[in-house]
Each structure stands twice: as structure tokens, then as C-alpha cells.
């Protein structure tokens, strides 16, 4: 047995005693996180520029049907989304509800714990129980906590190093899902206004202090640049935030983000017929050091569906050269010059749509659709948007057939794309809704106003989808559906092997070039959390977190056939080859 202290304090429960681990915790710097070594996990998508993707190969195509379950953990009550962390061979693990953990990520064993005194969780925003993610820097972890405080911890012990309030808002209804990113020794937030009668920020802060360095916003006040392209007072209008993952690109030193919509859903309701909502569902691009936006597109004008263009996009060097019979084209930058370029790239928004920019100037490229959607009617070869106006929720209590629903689409599950191979893989789902705005007084709590039911998206009898896309080509290469939705993000590795979880409960590997199920295993929970994969005295692991509610499963209601989910018994599992 390990002998441990158990310590108790207001903030935290600490396990102490002689971890050899934590004899020295082996500083974070600018340089470990734009090369992270080959068997961490030390940035949200592993590497910053979100690829999702490991280079460990010791698990291949071959032998994945192997996998076995090396330890498990029980994790704390709420929805689990997280992306576990890994560094000198502990696992940091955000839990529902602010609860911090450093694992040893070879036994499970826990060495420390961080519980955060919150205030009375009925009057904080609901979408803050799920920790997506935490940063690592220098000897601290950082995260952005449920009351919207940005919290140092010391990575050795899990003390406090400093809390920092960003703002919560006069109702405390302020709050961040997706956690920090670091950016050229920046600290970067975004926030999430879902239940709130105003519009949220991204903040960059100092890392040894929290102190704040820039604020920018999104919704323009009177006599702003944008006000004009909204037609109401700027005291109706609500909720637009960034609480999607954040990109940070070393290479031309940029921190891409992307802006929601609004409530309520019908531009009738709340006062911006035909507006286009300026700041609303727009790419940015910006300095970490000063906050300065660098360039700006809208991915989508007046938003009457809650498509939320808030999703991780990915940096690459790319040989452009759009294919004119791409699936789904919408438009092709006649003008743009083809050939080796560094774009930003990947489905921002809901709708499912895929673009794909110059990182460094914004220079539009091309954009194609990938599910089916029946919300943008065209886009011009400058990535100008115009929406289909027979779905725009103009009449209320009036049924309107969308193309995909509130959840996409794609949702807030990440993409992966292998460097090797330029190939995107993106979990999807063939959904659409029937949908009535309600002729109702409106408040935030109700965010949208309306009643929907969900139904298949046409031609399609399945509802979860993974496709493999062409990142030069801009081509589907293979599209792998399965029954139940889609709730889950995707790993690639450099074993040819793609890692999916499911709201059916089974954890999925998947070949990277045809999309066969190679191998599946089902657990106790919903498998809804990020994989991860990672090393430690020559093992490859591969673990994924799971469980609580997941919004996934409504849509599974829209099948013929009943899928085994729950919302308990929330638990992150690990796996590994058998050793000799």
C-alpha cells in the first residue's frame, strides 16, 4: 500500500504522501506545447493546432481487436464531455461540478483532488456542469470554473494558485464549457451567455496572476460598427457567446474562435427581421497578446435555428485544390490561388457545412456541405452567405421543416484530422425537426421559445454518421453510419486507427481507410467524452470518459428501434494491448 496523508481544506481534498511522480513536475513551456511529446496529452486536440490526432502506432488496424480494459474510475454526478489530460505520467481529469483529479495514469490510483466551493448550483447556468477541458502551463493547470472564474492550480499538489473572476453577470449566469486554451504565454477563454439577457466575451489572461489583458465582444452596441444589421435595441439582444474550442496557431501566432447565435430562434420574436446580426456565428481571428482581430467571416447570417458557428476549425499546410464535383459544394474561390497554403479548415456550425480559409489573411477558399441542411440557400465564391428564406422562422406557431436540428449536424463532439494522410474525420448525425415558434413572452431562461420534434433527415434510416473527408480536395473519401446518434468526438492515431464513442454505449475503433468497425466494446455509461491516447514505459493507452445526460439521446428518439443509453454511472476507462 502507499501510505497517504488525507488532507481536508474549503477548497479541496488533497491525498499527500511520497508520490515519486510528483517529486518534480516538469514545466509546460511555449515550446513543449507546439511539439508535445509523442506519448502526452498536454493541449485540448493534443497538439494546439486541434488535430485530435496521436502519433503512437503502437496499436494498429491489425491488433486493435486486443484492446482490453487495464482500470476504470467512477467520476462525479453530470454531464461528462471531458478531454483528459497527460503529463509525466499523470492524468489530469476535469469532473462535473469543478472537481479537479491527478491520476496515476498507469494504475488509476488517485494522488490529489480539487473541490470547488460553488454557490448554489440552481442559480448558475446549466451548460457550466460539463468541463470539456483544462489548460497545462508552466507547473499550473488552469480552468475556468461553473461561476466563471479562471483557477490556477499547482500541478504537484492541487493547491490554489490564484482564482480570478472573469464575470458572471448580475444574474451569476455567466459561464465557460470548453476551458482555457494557452497562447504565446496567453491564457485565452471564451464564455457562454445560453440563459442570459445579454452577450458573453473572450478574455486573454496573464498566466502567473489571472490578471485580465483584453476583453473582445460580439455584439455590437448603438453606433458600433454591425448595430445597423440588427434592427432592435441593444438591450434585446442576447446570448451571443464563444463556448466552443478555441485553436491557437504557433505558426502565425493567431487564436481562432467562432461566435453563436442568438434567442429567441424567430427574427419575428425578437425584433431583427432580415438582420444579419454582425458578430453573430463569425470566425476570428486574433492577437493573444493584445486581443486585435486580425481578420473576421460570417459563417452564417440571421440565425433563426440556433447553429451556433462556435465549433473548433483546424490549421494545416495544405495543398489546395478544391475539387469542382466535391459532395455538397456550395462555392469555390475562383480568384484564390491553389497550391501548398496554411488554411483554417473544418464545420464550424451546425449545419454541418464545411469551409476552409487562408489561416493568415481569411481569404475564403471554398465551402461544401456534408449532412443534409435546408437553411443556406447559396454561398458566393467570396464565402458571402444567403439563407434560404422559406426556413426562416418568420410566422409563429407555425410548423417550419429544419435541416439539422439544434444539435446538428455536427455538435460540440471534435473532429480529427491525421496529418499524414490531410484526412478530416468528422462525427455527424442525419437529423432534422420540426419546429414552431411559440407566440409566448420570452425570457432567457427560455432561450429560444419554441417546440420541436425530431425526426430523420430525408433518405437516411440511420442517424449517427463518422465521414472522411479530403482536406485538399475538399472530397468525402467514406461515410460510416450506425443507428444511434452520434454524440461523441473522434481520435485518429498513426495506426490507422480512428477511436468513436456513442450515446449506445460502445466505444468504437474504426479503420481510417474504409470506416469498418474493427472492434467495440460496450460500457456501463454513454460514451461521451473525448479520447485520448498516450504512453507510459512503452504501453500505449487509449481512454475516453463517459456518462451523464446527453442531448444526443433526444435525437435517438426520432428511431424506429430503441437504443440501450443511460444517464448514470458516469466512470473514464482506459485501455491497452495485453503485455507479456
Known amino acids: 500500500m502507499r501510505p497517504t496523508t488525507l488532507l481536508r481544506t474549503s477548497a479541496a481534498v488533497l491525498l499527500l504522501g511520497p508520490i515519486p511522480a510528483f517529486a518534480q513536475v516538469t514545466p509546460i513551456t511555449d515550446e513543449l506545447l507546439a511539439n508535445p511529446p509523442a506519448g502526452e496529452w498536454i493541449n485540448y486536440g493534443r497538439n494546439q493546432e486541434n488535430y485530435r490526432h496521436s502519433p503512437l502506432e503502437q496499436i494498429t488496424t491489425d491488433n486493435v481487436g486486443q484492446l482490453q480494459l487495464v482500470w476504470a474510475r467512477g467520476m462525479e454526478a453530470g454531464a461528462v464531455q471531458v478531454t483528459p489530460m497527460i503529463h509525466d505520467g499523470v492524468m489530469y481529469l476535469a469532473n462535473p461540478g469543478d472537481v479537479i483529479q491527478a491520476i496515476d495514469a498507469k494504475t488509476g490510483d488517485l494522488m490529489w483532488e480539487h473541490r470547488r466551493q460553488l454557490p448554489p448550483v440552481a442559480s448558475l447556468n446549466g451548460q457550466g456542469d460539463r468541463k470539456r477541458g483544462v489548460a497545462l502551463y508552466g507547473t499550473n493547470l488552469y480552468f475556468t470554473s461553473w461561476d466563471n472564474h479562471l483557477v490556477a492550480l499547482d500541478m504537484a499538489t ?51 496572476s489571472g ?73 476570428f481571428a486574433v492577437r493573444p497578446d493584445t486581443g486585435e482581430i486580425v481578420w473576421r467571416h460570417q459563417t452564417l447570417p440571421r440565425d ?36 501548398e497554403r496554411r488554411v483554417l479548415t473544418g464545420i464550424p456550425c451546425k449545419t454541418g457545412t464545411m469551409w476552409q480559409f487562408d489561416a493568415e489573411t481569411g481569404e475564403f477558399l471554398w465551402a461544401r456541405d456534408t449532412n443534409y441542411q435546408n437553411l443556406i440557400a447559396s454561398i458566393d465564391e467570396t464565402g458571402l452567405v444567403t439563407v434560404n428564406e422559406d426556413s426562416v422562422l418568420t410566422q409563429l406557431d407555425t410548423d417550419y421543416d429544419i435541416c439539422p436540428t439544434f444539435l446538428g449536424g455536427r455538435d460540440w463532439p471534435s473532429a480529427a484530422l491525421n496529418p499524414d494522410s490531410g484526412i478530416y474525420f468528422i ?72 477511436f468513436n464513442g456513442g450515446t449506445d454505449r460502445y466505444l468504437r475503433a474504426l479503420s481510417q481507410e474504409t470506416g469498418e468497425t474493427l472492434w467495440q466494446t460496450r460500457l456501463a455509461s454513454v460514451a461521451t467524452g473525448q479520447a485520448i491516447s498516450y504512453e507510459i514505459d512503452g504501453t500505449q493507452y487509449v481512454a475516453i470518459a463517459g456518462g451523464g445526460s446527453t442531448y444526443g439521446t433526444n435525437q435517438n428518439r426520432a428511431l424506429s428501434e430503441a437504443i440501450d443509453s443511460t444517464t448514470i454511472g458516469n466512470a473514464v476507462y482506459v485501455f491497452a494491448l495485453p503485455q507479456q
Not at 193 to 204: A, I, L
Not at 242 to 251: E, F
Not at 325 to 336: L, R, T
Open 427 to 498: 462525427p455527424l448525425n442525419n437529423a432534422c425537426v420540426d419546429i414552431m415558434a411559440v407566440d409566448q413572452e420570452f425570457s432567457a431562461l427560455d432561450v429560444y421559445n419554441t417546440s420541436a420534434s425530431y425526426k430523420l433527415a430525408p433518405g437516411f434510416e440511420n442517424m449517427g454518421r463518422i465521414d472522411a473527408i479530403d482536406i485538399s480536395t475538399g472530397k468525402t473519401l467514406w461515410s460510416a453510419e450506425r443507428l444511434a446518434s452520434n454524440y461523441s468526438p473522434v481520435l485518429s492515431t498513426a495506426g490507422g486507427v480512428l
Open 158 to 208: 492541487g493547491q490554489v494558485v490564484f482564482d480570478v473572476e472573469r464575470g458572471s453577470g448580475d444574474d451569476g449566469l455567466t459561464s465557460n464549457t470548453s476551458g482555457p486554451i494557452v497562447a504565446n504565454g496567453v491564457i485565452v477563454a471564451g464564455s457562454t451567455c445560453q440563459y442570459s439577457p445579454y452577450g458573453c466575451f473572450v478574455s486573454g489572461h496573464d498566466p502567473a
Open 304 to 339: 433563426n435555428w440556433d447553429q451556433e458557428c462556435t465549433f473548433e476549425m483546424m490549421v494545416a499546410n495544405v495543398d489546395v485544390q478544391p475539387a469542382a464535383d466535391m459532395d455538397g459544394v456550395q462555392a469555390i474561390n475562383p480568384n484564390a490561388t491553389t497550391g
Open 211 to 283: 490578471e485580465e489583458l483584453w476583453r473582445n465582444y460580439f455584439i455590437p452596441q448603438a453606433g458600433e460598427e454591425g448595430d445597423e444589421t440588427w434592427g432592435n435595441d441593444f438591450e434585446s439582444r442576447w446570448m451571443t457567446g464563444v463556448w466552443g474550442q478555441l485553436t491557437y496557431d504557433p505558426v502565425t501566432n493567431l487564436v481562432h474562435y467562432g461566435s453563436t447565435g442568438v434567442g429567441p430562434a424567430s427574427e419575428t420574436q425578437r425584433g431583427t427581421p432580415g438582420g444579419t446580426l454582425y458578430g453573430t456565428n463569425t470566425r
